[in-house]
């Protein structure tokens, strides 16, 4: 069993950043595919960035590339997503995600779920 515990979000004004962690139990997080999801009111959870479990990868929704930025460190079992240049349209709630391969997480069915942290930036 893995359980991942996000923290990092809040409110923030549009231009401004946050960075939000992802902390893993377990010793199998360094074997995991990590990555980051959202989801805003009456709309599809969308993907937003994934990280292979040796960093070599990245992938992000098209929209926050240059902006946002993902990261593990493997020691700590704890992922980010440091995000700059925050616009109103990316508030929404945000998830963390691990899965043992590319495919079920890119699709938004990982093997696991973090509880998710509400990110709200205001214009």
């Known amino acids: 069993q893995v359980q991942l515990v996000e923290s990092g979000g809040g409110l923030v004004q549009a231009g401004g950043s946050l960075r939000l962690s992802c902390t893993a139990s377990?010793?199998?997080?360094?074997?995991?595919?990590m990555g980051w999801f959202r989801q805003a009111p009456g709309k599809e959870r969308e993907f937003v960035s994934s990280?292979?479990?040796?960093?070599?990868?990245?992938s992000y929704l098209d929209s926050v590339k240059g902006r946002f930025t993902i990261s593990r460190d493997n020691a700590k079992n704890t992922v980010y997503l440091q995000m700059n240049s925050l616009k109103p349209e990316d508030t929404a709630v945000y998830y963390c995600?691990?899965?043992?391969?590319?495919?079920?997480?890119?699709?938004?069915?990982?093997?696991?779920w973090g509880q998710g942290t509400q990110v709200t930036v205001s214009s």
């Open positions: 990280i292979s479990w040796s960093s070599s990868s990245t």
């Open positions: 995600a691990g899965d043992f391969g590319t495919v079920r997480l890119r699709r938004g069915v990982p093997a696991y």
């Open positions: 377990g010793r199998t997080f360094s074997s995991l595919v």
